[in-house]
């Protein structure tokens, strides 16, 4: 799925996140709430209020959730303008009745903050931003006018003028921050969601393409013996039928699109991923295979496989997993990408652990970001220059999270940094060069095991494609 697409259909469904009954359910807490309140205030402390104005307030409440109940299906999820309207009515009844209960004197007058909350938590940033310039607005305006609360004797409760209007400021600091807040959270949250299902998304279409390369590896390996026997017995027809041109033309064709089958069949399945044979491989050829569509880029890709002092000669071999293939061809990408002409890919290993070392000759990570690379929707801030080295590329950030995270799955630990043998100042002052990506492994997580290495592969299994 391209990013634009997937960036636009998970606003679509952020749009219907909010329930019809969750609103509903906060909003009868609310109504009893205020009820209770009021009752308590009248009955218990003798406050004078206007108890029919407040009452028909409460009122519009209860009925606007009565004509929710039985007009909308239970299950009910508000698109973002009918979510809105909601919060913004449930702002308006809170207002007026605050109005004619003494304005910000009232201490619940702090109830005005669970709207806007929900808005910051489940809307749009600018949902969120109408319902807040609306609280606030409302909030001064009770601050200012409202019905006075009188005692028993007729003497208004007011609170100090100081500290009504400490309570005003507290009011609007907490709704903005409080919305801030939520949303940065948030925010956080959806992109790690967004990230991960981007992610598993990626690593499945990789297991659908190795599942496929073992089918197709398959296919070839069965039908080898038939195709052999047609081209066979093709060829000793054409030589009986030296004397009959109308079917010797028949059988040379026979024999053409025998060959011509061999090669089809070659060709897709010269990679074949899931043969037990080569479900092991030393660890060069696993890397060979990840960089292998970003080799004819136009960038010169280089692989240097050194063991380290003491370590065996012998390569490592170790499995082909999807996540590993695809975490290091999207680092590999990464480095192609944003090189000048060069890629280095360097393999090593020691007793213990698998090394692979990934750099560029490129200008290297921003100094901006190095310290968040792997975070979701982190995106590098020299766009004109990426732009003109990936043309018509519109990255979402996930390219780094996705190969970070299914290569931590693998046990890898990566670590970024800039190599320092050229490119140009940091703002440190320090010289900067391309990009170093270093993938470590301990070997036992990937190598494969020693007992049953050369013990009988037995039968390979069908592979299911499809659901």
């Known amino acids: 799925m391209p990013p634009t697409d997937f960036r636009l259909l998970k606003q679509q ?16 807490f609310a ?3 205020q009820s209770a309140a009021i009752i308590v205030a009248t009955r218990f402390y003798n406050i004078d209020i206007a108890v029919g104005s407040a009452a028909l307030v409460v009122t519009i409440a209860v009925v606007a959730n009565l004509v929710s109940y039985y007009t909308y299906p239970t299950n009910k999820r508000l698109s973002e303008f009918e979510a809105t ?6 702002i308006l009844q809170l207002s007026a009745l605050l109005y004619l209960t003494g304005g910000l004197n009232n201490p619940f007058a702090m109830l005005i903050l669970a709207p806007v909350t929900i808005s910051a938590t489940v809307l749009h940033i600018r949902s969120t931003v109408f319902l807040g310039l609306t609280a606030i607005t409302l909030v001064t305006i009770v601050s200012r006018y409202k019905v006075p609360l009188l005692s028993e004797d007729g003497s208004e409760l007011a609170l100090p003028v100081l500290l009504q209007f400490g309570f005003w400021v507290a009011l609007l600091i907490s709704l903005v921050f409080l919305a801030l807040y939520a949303r940065q959270v948030t925010s956080e949250m959806n992109a790690m969601n967004e990230a991960l299902l981007a992610t598993q998304l990626a690593l499945a279409r990789e297991q659908k393409l190795t599942d496929l390369g073992g089918v197709v590896a398959a296919t070839a390996h069965e039908l080898g013996t038939p195709l052999a026997t047609i081209k066979l017995v093709s060829s000793e027809l054409k030589e009986e039928l030296q004397d009959r041109p109308d079917l010797l033309e028949d059988a040379e064709l026979i024999r053409s699109q025998a060959d011509r089958c061999r090669d089809i069949l070659q060709s897709m399945g010269r990679s074949g991923k899931d043969d037990l044979q080569v479900r092991f491989a030393p660890i060069e050829t696993v890397i060979h295979e990840a960089a292998e569509p970003h080799l004819d880029r136009g960038k010169d890709v280089k692989f240097d496989v050194v063991p380290q002092e003491g370590a065996s000669l012998t390569q490592p071999s170790i499995e082909r997993r999807p996540e590993i293939i695809h975490g290091l061809r999207n680092l590999i990408q990464n480095a192609v990408d944003f090189s000048r002409t060069s890629v280095m890919v360097e393999m090593t290993w020691s007793e213990d652990r698998i090394v692979v070392r990934i750099s560029d000759d490129g200008l290297g990570f921003p100094q901006s970001v190095i310290g968040r690379i792997g975070d979701p929707y982190v995106k590098r801030r020299r766009q004109s220059e990426d732009g003109a080295r990936r043309p018509g590329y ?11 995270t299914l290569l931590e ?7 970024f940094s800039n190599s320092r043998r050229h490119g140009h100042a940091s703002w440190t002052g320090q010289a900067t060069g391309g990009a170093i990506v270093e993938v470590s492994w301990p070997r036992n997580m990937l190598e494969t095991n020693q007992s049953t290495e050369n013990a009988p592969l037995g039968q390979n299994q069908p592979i299911a494609i499809w659901p």
């Not at 309207?85 to 449930?90: A, E, H, R, V």
């Not at 799955?409 to 670590?415: H, P, V, Y």
């Open 13 to 28: 469904e952020r749009s219907n996140w909010v329930r019809l009954r969750t609103l509903m359910t906060l909003r009868w």
């Open 85 to 90: 309207l909601w919060l913004i009515f449930d």
């Open 31 to 33: 109504i009893i709430g």
């Open 394 to 404: 519109e990255g979402m950030g996930l390219g780094l999270f996705i190969a970070k």
């Open 409 to 415: 799955r693998s046990g890898a630990t990566l670590k």
